[in-house]
């Protein structure tokens, strides 16, 4: 029988085991790992579900909690896919005694039939809907088990060209190992949301990506990658976190005024050489829009990451639970009102 605790925190040894467990499995997202979430989610409250058969974890899940609304992203981790349905319906019930109206959950395990049919399972138990939306996720992954030559053999005849031109123009990369580097990545990331008239996503760049350099050092979990001018001025960058066997793109940015070089271009062909130096086997590019048909931005986003030639992977569409149906309903209502006016601005 499975028992479960909930909480706000964990305790030094939760945290030590959740981090173990996280270690565990090949195929998760770093969003589940307590550290990073507790830099990334600094503006919202964490709630934290530990799962147990006979006093052993078999699953957790990170949770993001505000005004009622529950979301959970790339969870819940388990031992066993089979654990998946009675974790989802105590989170469930969890959630519907503390009046809740919105719980979303997408999934960190891919689309497949197994996992469709854990889904139908649930809804036999629960009801909810999905979205057709933006809140879908989806990626591009590139393989980098074989040597980086025929790797990048695989990449498209610009994206090969524009590596080429990179180097051509005298842009180097290097590690950004001093705070000094870090705190000009972060404010490389914010001149990018500036000129693009963007809410940035973090409440606090400068702090965060400081705490997230703490985190990618100390725990040996991936680097941050500086491209350099021919002068040696910082002009981008790629924040790489390890998650399983893979290297995941989570940030990356570029001077404004130097967006006709290719940057991220070079930046990309040397994380493959770095990661595969320390035994990832997949390169992830991070998100993927299936709905960029009517938005140019995304496909420009879309089209650079094909011509990487990797795999797309496709994740269970996002979940929706509304535990309280009638502030469910309400909450989902001012979430797409939000939406639109921060698109217009």
């Given at each position: 029988?499975?028992?479960?605790?909930?909480?706000?925190?964990?305790?030094?040894?939760?945290?030590?085991?959740?981090?173990?467990?996280?270690?565990?499995?090949?195929?998760?997202?770093?969003?589940?790992?307590?550290?990073?979430?507790?830099?990334?989610?600094?503006?919202?409250?964490?709630?934290?579900?530990?799962?147990y058969?006979?006093?052993?974890?078999?699953?957790?899940?990170?949770?993001?909690?505000?005004l009622?609304?529950?979301n959970i992203?790339?969870?819940?981790?388990?031992?066993?896919?089979e654990?998946?349905?009675?974790?989802?319906?105590?989170?469930?019930?969890?959630?519907r005694?503390?009046?809740?109206?919105?719980?979303?959950?997408?999934?960190?395990?891919?689309?497949?039939?197994?996992?469709?049919?854990?889904?139908?399972?649930v809804?036999?138990?629960?009801?909810?809907?999905?979205?057709?939306?933006?809140?879908?996720?989806?990626?591009?992954?590139?393989?980098?088990?074989?040597?980086?030559?025929?790797?990048?053999?695989?990449?498209s005849?610009?994206?090969?060209?524009?590596?080429?031109?990179?180097?051509?123009?005298?842009?180097?990369?290097?590690?950004?190992?001093?705070?000094?580097?870090?705190?000009q990545?972060?404010?490389?990331?914010e001149?990018?949301?500036a000129?693009r008239?963007?809410i940035?996503?973090?409440?606090?760049?400068?702090?965060?990506?400081?705490?997230?350099?703490?985190?990618?050092?100390?725990?040996?979990?991936?680097f941050?990658?500086?491209?350099?001018?021919?002068?040696?001025?910082?002009?981008?960058?790629?924040?790489?976190v390890?998650?399983?066997?893979?290297?995941?793109?989570?940030?990356?940015?570029?001077?404004?005024?130097?967006?006709?070089?290719?940057?991220?271009?070079?930046?990309?062909?040397?994380?493959?050489?770095?990661?595969k130096?320390?035994?990832?086997?997949?390169?992830?590019?991070?998100?993927?829009?299936?709905?960029?048909?009517?938005?140019?931005?995304?496909?420009?986003?879309?089209r650079?990451?094909?011509?990487?030639?990797?795999?797309?992977?496709n994740?269970p569409?996002?979940?929706?639970?509304?535990?309280?149906?009638?502030?469910?309903?309400?909450?989902?209502?001012?979430?797409?009102?939000?939406?639109?006016?921060n698109?217009?601005?």
């Amino acid at each position: 029988m499975i028992s479960y605790k909930y909480a706000n925190s964990l305790s030094k040894e939760e945290e030590s085991d959740v981090i173990t467990f996280f270690n565990t499995v090949n195929h998760i997202s770093i969003s589940q790992h307590p550290l990073w979430a507790k830099c990334i989610e600094r503006n919202k409250e964490l709630g934290y579900f530990l799962f147990y058969i006979n006093r052993k974890l078999v699953g957790y899940c990170i949770c993001t909690e505000k005004l009622r609304f529950a979301n959970i992203h790339m969870g819940p981790i388990v031992s066993k896919n089979e654990l998946l349905v009675e974790l989802i319906e105590i989170i469930y019930k969890h959630y519907r005694k503390l009046n809740f109206g919105l719980l979303n959950i997408q999934l960190g395990m891919l689309d497949t039939e197994e996992v469709k049919a854990y889904t139908d399972s649930v809804r036999k138990k629960i009801n909810y809907s999905t979205s057709n939306g933006i809140l879908n996720w989806s990626s591009v992954r590139i393989n980098i088990l074989s040597n980086q030559e025929d790797i990048v053999k695989s990449f498209s005849t610009n994206h090969k060209r524009s590596i080429k031109k990179a180097i051509g123009n005298g842009l180097t990369t290097r590690k950004l190992m001093e705070m000094e580097d870090v705190v000009q990545f972060s404010e490389l990331y914010e001149s990018l949301y500036a000129h693009r008239k963007l809410i940035s996503p973090l409440a606090d760049s400068t702090a965060q990506f400081h705490e997230l350099y703490q985190l990618l050092k100390n725990e040996n979990r991936g680097f941050i990658l500086g491209v350099l001018n021919e002068n040696e001025l910082l002009i981008g960058g790629v924040c790489i976190v390890y998650q399983g066997n893979t290297a995941f793109y989570s940030y990356g940015a570029s001077l404004p005024e130097y967006r006709k070089l290719p940057i991220l271009h070079l930046a990309f062909h040397e994380v493959i050489g770095l990661a595969k130096k320390d035994g990832m086997d997949f390169l992830d590019l991070g998100g993927y829009s299936n709905r960029a048909a009517d938005d140019d931005q995304l496909k420009g986003i879309n089209r650079f990451k094909d011509g990487f030639n990797g795999e797309k992977l496709n994740y269970p569409k996002v979940l929706i639970f509304k535990p309280k149906k009638m502030l469910g309903y309400l909450l989902s209502a001012l979430r797409k009102l939000n939406s639109s006016w921060n698109r217009r601005r």
